[in-house]
Structures are given as structure tokens and as C-alpha cells.
């Protein structure tokens, strides 16, 4: 079973920048996608972005220009690069897993991580 484990979370001010980590248990699968979610208060969770096996990212609306998503094969670490950081990014940001191997799809979540952007 795959674990996730989001880090690099805190607190930085408008304009700012940082990088969370997902770090796997074991190395993926293809075909798979790896995903970055994010949840505010009072809000469902929202699609961030994402890599998939073959390499490609897709970034939702909100993010793109200024989040970039990276991997690191060998260590089995995906990255969300977060750049010109606004207060509305804050929100608790999940990595997810998903398995594309198979007849149904496997996810697997993160426990996420905090990130308090301040004006």
C-alpha cells in the first residue's frame, strides 16, 4: 500500500515563494498520476495540479504561471513549487497517488500540509 507524506508547509508572506514535498513510500507504478490538491476553510478541495507517468503537468486555473510540479524519480519525491504566493492560496495541501494499472483506479492521500499565506 502507498503512503504519502506532504511537507515543507509554513507560513510566508504575499509574494513570497515555496516548495512542498511528497514523498512516497515505494516508487510508482505506470501508468499513474501524481496530484497536488488543496482544501481552505469552508471550501471543498481543489485541483492543483498534477504529473503523470509519462512526465506531463496540468495546473488548474487558479495556479497557473506561478506553481510548477517536479519529481525526483531516485527518491520517489514529487514537488509543488509554489511562486508569487497570494492569502488565497492558503489552505491545507494534499498529494495524492493515483493507479491507473488495473480495471479500477487506486488513489492514495497525503495527510497534508499547512500553508498560511499572509497580505
Known amino acids: 500500500q502507498m503512503h504519502l507524506v506532504e511537507s515543507g508547509g509554513g507560513l510566508v508572506q504575499s509574494g513570497g515563494s515555496l516548495k512542498l514535498s511528497c514523498a512516497a513510500s515505494?516508487?510508482?507504478?505506470?501508468?499513474?498520476?501524481l496530484s497536488w490538491y488543496r482544501q481552505a476553510p469552508g471550501n471543498q478541495r481543489e485541483f492543483v495540479g498534477n504529473?503523470?507517468?509519462?512526465?506531463?503537468?496540468n495546473y488548474g486555473d487558479s495556479v497557473e504561471g506561478r506553481f510548477t510540479i517536479s519529481r525526483d524519480n531516485a527518491k520517489n519525491i514529487m514537488y509543488l513549487h509554489m511562486n508569487n504566493l497570494i492569502p488565497e492560496d492558503t489552505a491545507v495541501y494534499y498529494c495524492?497517488?493515483?493507479?491507473?494499472?488495473?480495471?479500477?483506479?487506486?488513489?492514495?492521500w497525503g495527510q497534508g500540509t499547512q500553508v498560511t499565506v499572509s497580505s
Open positions: 495524492k497517488y493515483t493507479s491507473l494499472r488495473g480495471i479500477n483506479n487506486v488513489e492514495y
Open positions: 515505494e516508487s510508482p507504478v505506470s501508468p499513474y498520476i
Open positions: 504529473i503523470v507517468s509519462s512526465g506531463d503537468t
